[in-house]
């Protein structure tokens, strides 16, 4: 099969821990070409989707992911299966590229499906599962902000809505005579809204990654916080130690799992804290090399299986 691959470039692919090099990885072992192709390289002809793409290929030896030298004008039409695998921010150019792969859909396998990533900010998407999150508000309203605070017992944390990676988390509390300005950066003084949740000691433990494919439970990763930052993202300096689901977080995934593959979000990343749901990461979830070091397994390969199963079916 050949596999589109709509990334970023290679100096933001970390060998070691990228997913996407995981998924790469795991379809050479399996026999597939993989294609790479950037956002602004997508296109549209008499109706037509079209890429300008190069062969990507992983190896054992550095540097270990390499493109092709020859750029070739490909048809979408004639790949098996396209991952959208461009890190956030979800702006106009990502929404942008999700309209074109429009034209493809009944096509190849899209992972994850571009309308559901157009839905599904995500922070606001997890508001759909509202029971299963921290007190949560979004607004841009500042008194309305500390309000809550105060509502939540004193201390709050407040993010934006297209933040990623944990850039943009910050902690309110009540008597800081930093809180105002903070929510007026934040909401670019009341311009732009802003999630603000309870604050949940229990990150202090770690917030679990939780991995879903089409629903269910490929495992977890615990993403545990410097013991100087609230934050526990692996981006902004989190260690990863082995977890398992409890039982509340399995009966959490058996609730929302029928809601995320209705929307086409087939391979999602849950992030929960306390065992309260907290974000659900659509665009590029990460955490699947972890999870295969700590598992002794190959959730990989598992994803490319499914894709290649959905190709399959398409065809019978």
Not at 138 to 156: H, K, M
Not at 163 to 182: E, M, S
Not at 298 to 307: D, L, T
């Amino acid at each position: 099969m050949r596999f589109l691959f709509l990334m970023d470039s290679l100096d933001r692919v970390n060998p070691d821990k990228d997913t996407t090099f995981a998924f790469i990885e795991a379809a050479k072992e399996r026999g597939h070409q993989s294609l790479h192709c950037l956002i602004h390289e997508l296109g549209v002809r008499a109706g037509r989707t079209f890429a300008k793409a190069r062969t990507i290929e992983t190896f054992a030896e550095e540097p270990r992911i390499r493109l092709g030298e020859t750029t070739t004008e490909i048809s979408l039409d004639d790949v098996d299966a396209v991952f959208i695998r461009k890190d956030p921010p979800f702006d106009r150019a990502y929404s942008y590229a999700t309209l074109l792969l429009e034209h493809v859909r009944g096509g190849p396998v899209i992972l994850n499906d571009p309308r559901g990533l157009r839905d599904a900010n995500e922070k606001l998407y997890a508001m759909h599962f509202s029971e299963w999150m921290p007190k949560t508000m979004v607004t841009s309203d500042r008194e309305t902000i500390l309000a809550f605070v105060d509502e939540v017992g004193g201390r709050a944390v407040i993010k934006p809505l297209d933040g990623a990676g944990g850039v943009g988390v910050l902690t309110l509390f009540k008597d800081d005579k930093n809180a105002r300005g903070i929510v007026d950066v934040l909401t670019f003084e009341g311009k732009r809204l802003a999630m603000v949740q309870a604050f949940l000691p229990a990150v202090s433990v770690g917030d679990k990654r939780i991995l879903l494919l089409e629903g269910k439970p490929l495992g977890a990763i615990l993403r545990v916080p410097r013991a100087d930052d609230i934050r526990s993202n692996i981006h902004v300096g989190g260690s990863v130690v082995k977890t398992e689901l409890t039982p509340r977080e399995q009966e959490l995934v058996q609730a929302i799992g029928p809601r995320l593959v209705a929307d086409g979000l087939n391979f999602v990343g849950l992030d929960v804290i306390g065992e309260h749901l907290t974000e659900v990461n659509v665009t590029s979830p990460t955490g699947i090399q972890e999870l295969g070091r700590f598992t002794g397994t190959k959730p990989a390969a598992k994803v490319i299986e499914w894709v290649e199963a959905k190709r399959a079916a398409q065809r019978a």
